[in-house]
């Protein structure tokens, strides 16, 4: 088999090759270490390579794969990990020059267990500083710019930008990443990639940098829902399990139809949001639109003076960035330092009504396995615009988030598809939209049942 289109296949795809013996992990993995250091950002898209790691995890899976020994139908499939994880004796420093140097000597958990299922490690990839922003721009460490618009400069999505961007461009086979307000869910809407955002608690975070200990979670970013369920498996511990599409008529979704949501859709993308949902529509899918009184509830927290995620970071990071405050991106400052002010108190209020939000929800969706809506309403904004404007910056970044954020705040489990892209204009290429589903606490398997179906319903507008 040839060599050329390897990087175009899905991680499970790789993994089944490599067990009918017709790709060599050890090949695969020099595959993908050529096309990153072919790419004019690999220093924008991974800030570190682990390739003497990679090296020997691939020997080991080749070992493995000859003797019939495989550990996973992942065995042998080379992946990126954004620079939040620990990665024994390789450095991992959050995308802050506040961390450089930082060198950790064991490995995070869902690395540890990605490595017990035979995955390979290419190297750590970019992101916002410290997670804090779902623009993916990084202008201390660098990031890299959008792959879809070859026509202006646009930001990634963030806050797992290198990562969206390592799958999109063929220098992984799928990425792990960590979502706070969106981090997964974004970049992957933004770049045409499958994002599943998990139950909180459900993968480890031992290892992990944090932003919001309370709200931070790991999640993979890839090429098909298929491979976001194996993906699942692994870092959560569990058995693997079966998807399978479900009978159209026995899914119960509803779309949320609170203005909120469709306020943030611009021009471009609306034609892609209508063509998606009556495409359901015409396959059978009763979509009921609902008003969910508490996403409109989340409205005001969201703006709120007490920011409870801020109060975290400053927890994590506050200290640091007062030791050397021009060490670290002016935004992503300004959005830390006001936790400052916060009390536990504070916090611990925030938390008490965040709780009774969870509670409501769940009662009136109780009859809904998922809530569709957008996952971004607007294609990624220009570098050159929210790097000039403060005011852009942060307007940008809270339409952004606000959609994805409800997940984290609900407490939910969440997964953006891609489902078409928007025509292509002399401003901007054509560039991918992202469809999100949020389901109940721990119902990915569920969620991933529902995303399996609706992903052969995309098929045709996603070609």
């Known amino acids: 088999m040839s060599a050329a289109d390897w990087h175009d296949k899905t991680a499970l795809q790789l993994g089944d090759?490599?067990?009918?013996?017709?790709?060599?992990?050890?090949?695969?993995?020099e595959h993908y270490f050529s096309r990153i250091n072919a790419h004019e950002e690999r220093d924008q898209i991974y800030m570190a390579l682990?390739?003497?790691?990679?090296?020997?995890?691939?020997?080991?899976?080749?070992?493995?794969?000859?003797?019939?020994?495989?550990?996973?139908?992942?065995?042998?499939?080379?992946?990126?990990?954004?620079?939040?994880?620990d990665s024994a004796g390789d450095?991992?420093?959050?995308?802050?020059?506040?961390?450089?140097?930082?060198?950790?000597?064991?490995?995070?958990e869902a690395l540890a267990r990605a490595t017990k299922a035979g995955l390979i490690c290419l190297g750590k990839t970019s992101l916002t500083e410290f997670a804090f922003s779902g623009l993916g721009y990084n202008p201390t460490c660098g990031s890299p710019a959008n792959p879809h618009d070859p026509v202006m400069a646009r930001v990634p999505g963030g806050s797992s930008g290198g990562a969206a961007v390592s799958v999109a461009e063929g220098l992984a086979a799928a990425a792990i990443g960590t979502d706070t307000g969106g981090s997964v869910r974004i970049p992957a809407a933004w770049n045409g990639l499958v994002g599943l955002k998990t139950t909180f608690g459900a993968v480890p975070l031992e290892g992990v940098l944090p932003l919001s200990p309370t709200l931070d979670t790991v999640g993979p970013l890839t090429r098909d829902v298929a491979d976001a369920a194996a993906l699942f498996a692994v870092l959560s511990g569990r058995e693997a399990f079966a998807l399978q599409t479900k009978p159209h008529a026995g899914l119960r979704l509803a779309l949320a139809k609170n203005e909120v949501i469709w306020n943030t859709v611009d021009e471009a993308s609306w034609p892609v949001f209508d063509a998606a949902l009556e495409h359901l529509r015409d396959a059978g899918l009763a979509l009921p639109p609902i008003d969910i009184p508490e996403i409109d509830a989340f409205a005001q927290v969201w703006t709120a003076p007490f920011n409870p995620v801020s109060w975290e970071a400053y927890q994590a990071w506050g200290d640091k960035i007062e030791a050397h405050p021009e060490l670290c991106f002016k935004e992503v400052r300004e959005r830390i330092m006001p936790g400052k002010a916060g009390t536990r108190a504070d916090f611990d209020l925030a938390w008490d009504y965040?709780?009774?939000?969870?509670?409501?929800?769940?009662?009136?969706?109780?009859?809904?396995?998922?809530?569709?809506?957008?996952?971004?309403?607007?294609?990624?904004?220009?570098?050159?615009?929210?790097?000039?404007?403060?005011?852009?910056?942060?307007?940008?970044?809270?339409?952004?988030?606000?959609?994805?954020?409800i997940g984290n705040q609900l407490g939910l489990c969440a997964l953006s598809l891609p489902i078409g892209r928007t025509a292509r204009t002399g401003a901007h290429g054509a560039m991918?939209?992202?469809?999100?589903?949020?389901?109940?606490?721990?119902?990915?398997?569920?969620?991933?049942?529902?995303?399996?179906?609706?992903q052969e319903l995309f098929k045709d507008l996603n070609a």
């Open 432 to 454: 991918p939209v992202g469809l999100m589903l949020m389901a109940k606490p721990g119902d990915e398997e569920r969620l991933l049942n529902i995303g399996l179906t609706l």
């Open 50 to 85: 682990t390739r003497p790691r990679a090296e020997r995890e691939a020997e080991a899976a080749a070992a493995r794969a000859r003797e019939g020994k495989r550990l996973s139908p992942l065995d042998g499939v080379p992946i990126s990990w954004k620079d939040l994880f």
């Open 354 to 405: 965040l709780r009774s939000l969870r509670k409501s929800y769940l009662e009136n969706t109780l009859e809904i396995d998922a809530v569709v809506m957008p996952t971004v309403g607007f294609i990624p904004p220009l570098i050159e615009e929210i790097s000039e404007s403060s005011d852009i910056y942060r307007r940008t970044n809270g339409r952004a988030l606000f959609n994805t954020a």
């Open 17 to 29: 090759l490599i067990g009918r013996g017709e790709i060599d992990p050890r090949e695969l993995t």
């Open 91 to 108: 450095p991992t420093e959050g995308g802050s020059r506040l961390l450089k140097g930082r060198v950790p000597q064991k490995d995070a």
